[in-house]
């Protein structure tokens, strides 16, 4: 089982920019997906960005445009690049990865490797 631990979650103002990073533990390497995911209060986490193992990038409508998600392969890491934050982009953010499943990396129902998430909140 692979461990994975969120980084750089943080306050801050609308318009500004964060940077999270996801170690790992373990081989990452064949995992069909690597993806990030966001729970706000009182909803579902969802499926923000992710990346397959041929590098197909996804993004939640919500996001695109703003966020862009990547590896650092000398880290071992994933990276997620948040740019002109807005209030609801409040919330807990997760890392993750699965390994067996569709190539459609946004569905969280097929992730099997979670990290403990990182807060992010972002005011007016």
């Known amino acids: 089982q692979v461990l994975l631990v969120e980084s750089g979650g943080g306050s801050v103002q609308a318009g500004g920019s964060l940077r999270l990073s996801c170690a790992s533990s373990?081989?990452?390497?064949?995992?069909?997906?690597m993806g990030w995911f966001r729970q706000a209060d009182g909803k579902a986490r969802e499926g923000i960005a992710g990346?397959?193992?041929?590098?197909?990038?996804s993004y939640a409508d919500s996001v695109k445009g703003r966020f862009t998600i990547s590896r650092d392969n000398t880290k071992n890491a994933l990276i997620l690049q948040m740019n002109s934050l807005k209030p609801e982009d409040t919330g807990l953010y997760y890392c993750?990865?699965?390994?067996?499943?569709?190539?459609?990396?946004?569905?969280?129902?097929?992730?099997?490797?979670w990290g403990q998430g990182t807060q992010v909140t972002v005011s007016s």
């Open positions: 993750a990865a699965k390994y067996t499943g569709s190539w459609f990396c946004l569905d969280r129902d097929e992730y099997t490797s």
């Open positions: 373990g081989n990452t390497y064949n995992s069909r997906c």
């Open positions: 990346i397959s193992s041929g590098d197909a990038i």
